[in-house]
């Protein structure tokens, strides 16, 4: 067995040691694949959990959705919202806040790691958005997460991040490249063995395992190019780090899966760099 | 002791002030004494410069920063960043755009 699937299977192996989701937001995830799930369900699955439903009005009422009155309900908020932006609004603060515990000086760098996340989801969103593509916030997901192998790597496999970071530092390559050289997989792989061990839909998996590569994947390859290029604008704009200080080859197929003019890509820059002070604040 | 360039940090030196990143988002308490792992750590995560405590006489000093110095030194980075990946047209308009919104910031900064 080489080594790269033994330690895909290691990680496997240990996923019922990996961070779970609130049981809430599985359970939300779970109507996201059934069509006849209603706004009333979720409602219903969200008011039952406090913390969520703090969590959900704190962010409707934040400056980055900017309403001008104060949402004061669950109800009040799916339906100024709607119901997808609600479920990936949720998935993506209880990712995000289950990452975020303090833990001492092991973790001390993951702000950075946060911000980066943070910056290519909204970037995954802006980019959507001027593709006129019809669920936005499942990219603001895919973006957030693109990148959680890393996190993975932090916790599972702190030797080998030690080794990832020094190669990464001394010799000026992406991360990428240390992990295939120290782990034999990445972390776009591990992302994905995540994902997929939380049942998030394929779309999200995809997109996370094929972000640096959204040209090897015949499933849903225009998300994973979305945050392929959410990732590089990200990257540009030096926001949070992603742990390395190279810029990933733009992949020209990925580029021709989005229908993006070049001429756009400045305002599009400036929308990403307006637009993270806010949204940092709202999270 | 003052500014030191993160390639020039020694295990051992005390941090006097906090290390942030570009966002200011805090990295690493000030008073901690580095070790070789967490300057490599910064290294990774994009921190240029470290403030020292005064008495450090191990510390090499470096460049205090000003706007006009943080703005070259900034456009050297991109380049350098983006060296080897401009061969696709959309990355050379994404470094143009880039390097015109880091000018609009230096003259936000002066």
Same mark, same amino acid.
């Given at each position: 067995m080489k080594p790269s699937s033994r330690n895909l299977d290691r990680i496997i192996r240990n996923v019922a040691d990996l961070p779970t989701l609130p049981a809430a937001v599985l359970h939300i995830t779970q109507i996201v694949n059934?069509?006849?799930?209603?706004a009333r369900d979720l409602a219903g699955i969200i008011t039952s959990d406090q913390v969520l439903t703090a969590r959900l009005l704190r962010l409707v009422n934040?400056? =980055?959705? %900017? =309403?001008?009155q104060k949402i004061s309900t669950v109800t009040g908020a799916i339906v100024l919202l709607g119901f997808d932006a609600i479920r990936h609004l949720l998935l993506s603060t209880s990712i995000f806040h289950l990452f975020s515990s303090p833990n001492g000086d092991?973790?001390?760098?993951l702000d950075a790691f946060w911000d980066h996340s943070l910056g290519c989801a909204l970037a995954a969103k802006v980019i959507g958005s001027r593709m006129r593509y019809e669920q936005v916030e499942e990219l603001f997901v895919a973006g957030l997460l693109h990148d959680i192998g890393k996190i993975i790597e932090v916790l599972y496999f702190p030797d080998e991040f030690q080794q990832i970071a020094k190669g990464v530092s001394e010799r000026n390559i992406l991360m990428l490249d240390a992990e295939m050289q &120290?782990?034999?997989?990445s972390h776009a792989e591990i992302g994905a063995a995540l994902a997929e061990a939380w049942r998030l839909p394929p779309k999200l998996i995809q997109a996370v395992g094929f972000h640096?590569?959204?040209?090897?994947?015949?499933?849903f390859r225009r998300e994973a190019a979305v945050v392929h290029l959410a990732d590089i604008l990200c990257r540009a704009l030096d926001?949070?780090? %992603? %742990?390395?200080?190279r810029m990933p080859c733009l992949d020209a197929v990925a580029w021709d899966h989005l229908? &993006?003019? &070049?001429?756009a890509l400045e305002s599009i820059l400036d929308e990403i760099d307006a637009g993270f002070r806010d949204l940092r604040c709202a999270i | 002791m003052g500014w030191v360039f993160t390639s020039d940090a020694k295990p051992g030196m005390v941090l006097e002030q906090d290390a942030l990143n570009r966002q200011g988002t805090l990295l690493l308490k000030s008073g901690r004494r580095l070790t070789e792992e967490n300057i490599s750590m910064l290294k990774s995560w994009g921190v240029p410069k470290l403030w020292i405590e005064t008495g450090d006489e191990t510390a090499a000093r470096a460049e205090s920063p000003s706007s006009a110095r943080s703005g070259r030194d900034r456009k050297t980075e991109l380049s350098a960043r983006f060296e080897g990946v401009l061969e696709h047209p959309a990355m050379v308009a994404i470094f143009e755009a880039v390097c015109k919104l880091e000018r609009t910031r230096s003259r936000g900064i002066a």
């Open positions: 059934n069509p006849k799930a209603s934040s400056s =980055f959705y %900017g =309403f001008p092991a973790r001390f760098h &120290i782990l034999g997989l640096h590569h959204p040209a090897d994947t015949e499933h926001l949070g780090s %992603g %742990g390395d200080m229908d &993006i003019e &070049i001429a | -």
